[in-house]
């Protein structure tokens, strides 16, 4: 999602700078808190509503009489003026409530949509003791590393913990400190019997 953000930031930075793009400076924090004021999907509300319980008060909410503005000059007394913030501060906490609620829907919504998208890609869990080969990633952003093997191992699988994450252990038995998500590991199916080959070489490494 953070991603996603970002190219749209970057999109409309470039869009309003034009051929001029030492103004992204000028036009950064506008679009900054353009978005801030801008209602989301998963939200139903904008960030600035979830964090100040009301809506950012825009120039045209001052000029034009509007519902959504307190007309505080007409609030003389003390008791008046804390009734009117407290009035507009009361369903704060309720809208989060429902803020809340509906990003986590829309997160399920999601997982259904990706789930039923990718239903051909989804593989069993892998078992402790199943032995895999883990994808190194690094090698992506290194150039001159094209036809170099991206896998490293093998490995002997742990355990699986929360989230699809596993934890491995390399040959001698010694469990790696990094966890690893599903998508970087795949079986391997050495030659022979896997559990001589492990015991062998610990024999060497003892030797």
């Keep these: 999602m953070g ?24 036009y950064l924090p506008l679009l900054k808190f353009a978005d801030q004021i801008s209602t989301k999907q998963t939200t139903g509300y904008s960030p600035f509503q979830i964090q100040c319980g009301q809506r950012a008060v825009k120039p045209i909410y001052i000029e034009t009489k509007t519902y959504l503005a307190i007309e505080w000059h007409k609030l003389s007394p003390k008791g008046d003026l804390l009734k009117a913030r407290a009035t507009q501060l009361s369903g704060k906490e309720e809208m989060r409530k429902r803020a809340e609620k509906k990003l986590r829907k829309s997160r399920e919504d999601s997982i259904k949509y990706w789930d039923k998208r990718l239903a051909h890609k989804i593989r069993k869990s892998i078992e402790p003791v199943e032995i895999v080969l883990v994808y190194n990633r690094t090698l992506e952003s290194q150039l001159g590393m094209l036809f170099r093997n991206r896998f490293t191992g093998p490995y002997w699988v742990l355990k699986q913990i929360s989230n699809g994450l596993y934890e491995l252990e390399n040959p001698y038995g010694t469990r790696l400190a990094k966890i690893f998500a599903a998508s970087q590991i795949k079986s391997f199916y050495p030659r022979g019997d896997p559990e001589e080959s492990r015991s062998g070489e610990e024999n060497e490494e003892l030797e």
């Design 3 to 26: 991603e996603r953000w970002h190219k749209h930031l970057k999109d409309s930075v470039g869009k309003m700078c034009g051929e001029n793009g030492s103004k992204w400076k000028e």
